[in-house]
């Protein structure tokens, strides 16, 4: 087992429509993020795939057999938990090694994977001890290793890094990855931290209100957003928005807001040739406003060091932006400071729906 796929999944609680007919296929040996805000369905969609909750409509495929019928034992995954659920009176051998015990896998060669998995893990001193004698990273480590050690076709992940500090769980992405590469799985991930999205998958599915907003490779969800959800939700700061309208002067196009007027590149100026004069919102990502120019045009808000960056709010004069420039910055609150917006890394958004125009 291998590919993944769900057409048309839905799941109602009562009236609460949880996923609404979500499309999607995990390639084999795909890692695939799923993210988007606490209650938008991530985790209705992971248990149905793995068999803990039933779809109300639609249907899951592994490599083109419908396994809805199959209890969550039945199906080839197997799934790690925020809550690690280790059984807190077995030894970390034991608890690796259970699933293969039930499974009536002779002692001999139960030992032998369960010292290879705690090896691959870093965790193998550590066998003799109960979950209560361990670290939170130690037991997000015990409850991996009794994941893994099935071998199953599909590995799905619910937030597993959710309960390690913030250091730990930059260890431990860089080893979750690593352990994709090495195990070649599929890997199905669950997250509301766009950084582990960005960082671990090869596609990544944003998910809002049950509704699937783009799935792409994590640089074409950060450079090309569908929508002005996905475009909020993936970076950090957020993406400046501008709300205002094209105007048309003496042929040349371009957008105009409160306080700001921008040149557009031809390539937006094609996209918004047919809009007429509906209500854009123009995009700009932090590290795309430069803080230089000829002219003054906003002033500082402020300032906010960030080690290598800084990052500065600048007043516009009715709109506020956010500019990523290196540091030190040294301007201080309430002075002019000239702005550009990198005009190839413009967005435009509809208004009304939200949609990328450009
Ligand atoms: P979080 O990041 O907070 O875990 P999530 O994206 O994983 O959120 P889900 O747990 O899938 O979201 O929940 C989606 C929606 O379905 C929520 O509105 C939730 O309240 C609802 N829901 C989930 N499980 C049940 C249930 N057993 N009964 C009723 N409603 C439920």
Redesign the pocket.
């Known amino acids: 087992m291998a590919e993944v796929r769900l057409e048309n999944v839905s799941k109602a ?1 009562g009236d ?1 429509v ?1 996923v609404d007919a979500l499309n999607l296929t995990i390639a084999d040996r795909e890692f695939l993020t799923m993210v ?1 805000p ?8 992971l248990r149905m795939i793995c068999g803990l909750e039933k779809a109300t409509g639609g249907e899951v495929y592994f490599d083109d057999q419908p396994v809805g019928y199959l209890p969550a034992n039945k199906r080839d995954v197997a799934m790690v938990f925020q809550s690690y659920a280790l059984y807190p009176h077995k030894t970390v051998a034991q608890n690796i090694g259970f699933a293969l015990k039930m499974m009536r896998v002779p002692r001999t060669e139960i030992d032998e994977r369960v010292a290879a998995t705690a090896r691959s893990l870093g965790i193998e001193k550590l066998l003799d001890r109960r979950p209560k004698e361990l670290s939170g990273g130690q037991r997000q480590r015990v409850a991996l290793g009794r994941a893994v050690i099935r071998d199953a076709g599909a590995f799905l992940l619910d ?1 597993p890094l959710s309960n390690l500090d913030a250091q730990l769980r930059v260890d431990m992405r860089a080893e979750l990855k690593r352990l994709h590469a090495d195990l070649k799985r599929t890997f199905i991930y ?1 997250t ?1 931290d766009q950084v582990e999205a960005m960082t671990m998958s090869d596609r990544i599915a944003v ?1 809002s209100e ?1 509704v699937l907003q783009q799935c792409a490779p994590p640089e074409e969800i950060y450079s090309r957003p569908a929508n002005m959800f996905v475009a909020a939700f993936m970076g950090s700061p957020a993406m400046n928005f501008l709300r205002g309208g094209i105007v048309d002067e003496g042929g040349v196009r371009r957008f105009r807001s409160a306080s700001w007027t921008q040149d557009l590149p031809p390539s937006a100026v094609r996209a918004t040739e047919a809009l007429g004069d509906r209500e854009v919102v123009l995009g700009i990502r932090p590290e795309d406003v430069t803080l230089d120019g000829p002219e003054n045009h906003g002033s500082v808000f402020v300032s906010e060091p960030l080690g290598a960056d800084a990052l500065v709010t600048v007043d516009l004069g009715g709109d506020r932006v956010k500019a990523r420039v290196p540091a030190p910055f040294r301007s201080a609150v309430d002075s002019a400071v000239p702005v550009t917006f990198r005009a190839d890394r413009l967005h435009l958004f509809d208004a009304e729906s939200g949609s990328a125009i450009h």
């Open positions: 609680f609460a949880a988007g606490s209650g938008c369905g991530k985790s209705t969609t937030e669950v509301h998910l049950g």
